[in-house]
């Protein structure tokens, strides 16, 4: 997020919504809803809800794979482990398994903001845990993997057509398939917005469990996989979730996997891991942090904040100079969305 926000050209404005992702991600679905306001300023994104990030990634998946097949017997079945919180990375996994690539089912990894893996594990799509004790806490809850701290995944929704789509297929396959899907897909993302969960039928689990599975990690259990790892020179909190889950489950791994991580290294989660590591003997921060890091740190920034209840008010920027102009909706977190 830093490195967003020391961009001083004239077009470029970084929007800090007082909120969380989810509310940056509502003022950026609600303004590409307004039909008149995304014909007028040419509106794009360039996060995951971008169908066209979605399709690139792919390539990623494609990729990895035949590299890591080729070090493999000809029978071995391939997994992939994916940390995610707006479900994009994993998707774009899934539409790869779905055109070709021959994988076992694909492992959701989630963090105490686990909405997935609950929806996973009991049917429930619930932005508050109905069975936890801790039901009164409404929101997210910040962690080490803030990129992850969401309860409203844009992709997920995506995710959920084609398994309306099959379900439709196999319980009621006349008319409209696709129409029936579209408005199936509208009654659950409209019961998230007006009570906070939906219940899908069985028939709509089972297909999920079909190709995904999902499990949950917390802080103390990365902090301690940080220890595991200390002689990776670039331990990451998404990456270690992998770790994490491969100790926490009883089940056998005979499946070669591979986790997915963002393309970032310590800085990314620098507090994170300065935490875990505090008092390690040899451990220097410091000293495995770029030169460019640290000289980031103390740049100039320039931000403007604004609440998240702020959807449709106007925003003062000067691009009176520019036909053009570029805006990032942040959120606290170094979470970049738009």
Same mark, same amino acid.
Request: proline residues 5%; neutral net charge.
């Given at each position: 997020?830093?490195? #967003?926000?020391?961009?001083?050209?004239? /077009?470029?404005? =970084?929007?800090?919504?007082?909120?969380?992702?989810?509310?940056?991600?509502?003022?950026?679905?609600?303004?590409?809803? !307004?039909?008149?306001?995304?014909?007028?300023?040419?509106?794009?994104?360039? =996060? &995951? +809800?971008?169908?066209?990030?979605?399709?690139?990634?792919?390539?990623?998946?494609?990729?990895?794979?035949?590299?890591?097949? *080729?070090?493999?017997?000809?029978?071995?079945?391939?997994?992939?482990?994916?940390?995610?919180? =707006?479900?994009?990375?994993?998707?774009?996994?899934?539409?790869?398994?779905?055109?070709?690539?021959?994988?076992?089912?694909? +492992?959701?990894?989630? /963090?105490? =903001? !686990?909405?997935?893996? *609950?929806?996973?594990?009991?049917? *429930?799509?619930?932005?508050?845990?109905?069975?936890?004790?801790?039901?009164?806490?409404?929101?997210?809850?910040?962690?080490? &993997?803030?990129?992850?701290?969401?309860?409203?995944?844009?992709?997920?929704?995506?995710?959920?057509?084609?398994?309306?789509?099959?379900?439709? %297929? /196999?319980?009621?396959?006349?008319? !409209?398939?696709?129409?029936?899907?579209?408005?199936?897909?509208?009654?659950?993302?409209?019961?998230?917005?007006?009570?906070?969960?939906?219940?899908?039928?069985?028939?709509?689990?089972?297909?999920?469990?079909?190709?995904?599975?999902?499990?949950?990690?917390?802080?103390?259990?990365?902090?301690?996989?940080?220890?595991?790892?200390?002689?990776?020179?670039?331990?990451?909190?998404?990456?270690?979730?992998?770790?994490?889950?491969? %100790?926490?489950?009883?089940?056998?791994?005979?499946?070669?996997?591979?986790?997915?991580?963002?393309?970032?290294?310590?800085? #990314?989660? &620098?507090?994170?891991?300065? &935490?875990?590591? !505090?008092?390690?003997?040899?451990?220097?921060?410091?000293?495995?942090?770029?030169?460019?890091?640290?000289?980031?740190?103390?740049?100039? *920034?320039?931000?403007?904040?604004?609440?998240?209840?702020?959807?449709?008010?106007?925003?003062?920027?000067?691009?009176?100079?520019?036909?053009?102009?570029?805006?990032?909706?942040?959120?606290?977190?170094?979470?970049?969305?738009?």
């Amino acid at each position: 997020m830093k490195l #967003k926000t020391t961009v001083t050209d004239d /077009n470029v404005h =970084n929007l800090a919504v007082k909120g969380t992702f989810d509310d940056c991600q509502d003022i950026v679905k609600a303004l590409f809803a !307004d039909t008149a306001f995304n014909a007028k300023h040419h509106l794009v994104a360039v =996060n &995951s +809800v971008k169908w066209a990030r979605i399709l690139a990634q792919t390539v990623y998946y494609f990729l990895s794979y035949f590299a890591i097949r *080729r070090t493999l017997p000809t029978d071995a079945k391939l997994q992939f482990i994916v940390p995610t919180g =707006n479900f994009g990375n994993i998707l774009t996994d899934y539409y790869a398994k779905r055109m070709v690539l021959r994988m076992v089912k694909l +492992v959701i990894a989630t /963090n105490a =903001n !686990d909405i997935l893996t *609950r929806f996973w594990k009991t049917v *429930r799509y619930e932005k508050v845990d109905s069975d936890s004790s801790l039901a009164a806490v409404v929101g997210v809850v910040e962690i080490l &993997s803030p990129v992850m701290d969401i309860l409203a995944s844009s992709n997920f929704e995506r995710l959920l057509w084609y398994l309306a789509f099959e379900d439709v %297929q /196999n319980t009621n396959p006349r008319g !409209d398939l696709r129409e029936k899907a579209c408005q199936t897909v509208k009654v659950w993302m409209d019961s998230v917005k007006s009570v906070g969960r939906i219940v899908v039928p069985d028939s709509v689990l089972e297909l999920a469990r079909r190709d995904f599975t999902a499990e949950r990690v917390n802080d103390k259990q990365e902090y301690t996989q940080i220890h595991h790892t200390i002689l990776d020179p670039t331990p990451q909190t998404h990456t270690l979730q992998w770790g994490c889950m491969s %100790q926490a489950s009883s089940r056998p791994h005979p499946t070669p996997s591979k986790s997915s991580s963002p393309p970032h290294t310590l800085q #990314k989660f &620098s507090e994170a891991v300065s &935490s875990a590591l !505090d008092g390690v003997p040899g451990f220097d921060f410091d000293a495995v942090l770029p030169k460019a890091f640290k000289t980031l740190l103390t740049m100039e *920034r320039r931000v403007i904040e604004v609440e998240s209840f702020a959807i449709g008010s106007e925003v003062e920027v000067d691009h009176s100079s520019t036909s053009a102009f570029i805006v990032f909706i942040l959120a606290p977190t170094p979470t970049l969305l738009c």
